[in-house]
């Protein structure tokens, strides 16, 4: 079968580091262009400064991978499935819940497929936790993830602004393997919120979470940081009723099973994600969860705000 065409929008950090070479080194894609505002090339293909530009020069574009910051992605997929293009979206896929249920909408009626990626999910100590966890009752959940905003976004003044989601932009990775190994459905309780004041989100976050299906008495939550230098964390740690412990490290890449060494892996995020891409082109399915970014919004209607220093980089 011939490899599917696509194109990628949106040529920042996570498009150079991830997506542009895991398509380049998988047969079952080619890219055949890419779009840039800023004018920024990939050799051997050609560059766009819009979406209309891309889909007039290159008719027989298959999909397209929207990697550009969260607000413009929602008015970018339409235009890509009014297109006739199938879309995957990084994460998170849209800014609001709304935006991800129209698209959704507008995905059926054109009969197009759309892939809201979720990439701490696609690594294989995630899936064996979610294996463990099956039918189990959770006791304790306990998520840290704190990394250093100043290695992972340089100088991206849009993590700051409304639609940027702040330390949830890194937290939602977390919340996105919770949502995807806990067995029952979490909603948020209680959130604290710490926004620099020249900020419009939050650079620090505490979450404490309900299951209705679990124990009255589970202790649940999660506590994310940007502002953590030298080394990152990024673990989460699970205890069942019946006395099983699972640790998940490094952004779930490593699982430790009551103490002993379970699975550990290379991180092959996105080229698990394409993968699946190209499984899910082959049999017309899509694939849009938007459980992690409901805890978001949740996050934001019941937090309580506090203030701290700005934020400079």
């Not at 899910?280 to 919004?297: E, K, N, T, Y």
């Amino acid at each position: 079968m011939a490899p599917y065409r696509i194109a990628v929008i949106g040529l920042g950090k996570i498009a150079q580091d991830q997506h542009l070479p895991v398509i380049a080194a998988n047969p079952g894609f080619e890219l055949a262009a890419v779009v840039s505002q800023r004018g920024l090339g990939v050799p051997g293909v050609p560059t766009f400064r819009t979406p209309a530009e891309l889909y007039a020069a290159v008719p027989d574009l298959v999909a397209v991978s929207v990697c550009t910051p969260p607000d413009a992605r929602t008015a970018i997929a339409r235009e890509a499935l009014d297109a006739g293009k199938h879309v995957l979206l990084e994460k998170p896929p849209a800014t609001t819940l709304s935006e991800v249920e129209a698209l959704t909408a507008v995905a059926g009626r054109r009969q197009r497929l759309l892939f809201a990626t979720w990439h701490s999910r696609f690594n294989p100590a995630v899936a064996e936790a979610r294996r463990l966890l099956e039918g189990r009752t959770i006791r304790r959940l306990d998520v840290q993830w704190k990394e250093d905003v100043r290695h992972w976004h340089p100088g991206q003044d849009w993590v700051w602004q409304a639609g940027g989601f702040g330390v949830f932009d890194p937290g939602i990775n977390a919340l996105s393997i919770v949502t995807e190994i806990v067995p029952s459905p979490l909603s948020v309780a209680k959130a604290d919120l710490t926004f620099p004041s020249n900020s419009d989100t939050p650079i620090a976050a505490t979450l404490a979470f309900t299951c209705l299906e679990g124990p009255e008495e589970a202790s649940l939550s999660a506590s994310f940081d940007w502002r953590q230098e030298g080394e990152q964390t990024w673990t989460i740690e699970i205890e069942t009723a019946d006395g099983t412990l699972l640790a998940l490290h490094e952004g779930g890449t490593r699982l430790v099973i009551n103490g002993e060494p379970g699975v550990s892996a290379p991180s092959e995020e996105y080229q698990r994600i394409y993968a699946h891409w190209a499984e899910l082109l082959a049999a017309g399915r899509s694939d849009v969860d938007v459980a992690p970014l409901r805890l978001v919004a949740d996050a934001f209607l019941v937090g309580r705000r506090h203030d701290t220093a700005a934020f400079h980089w």
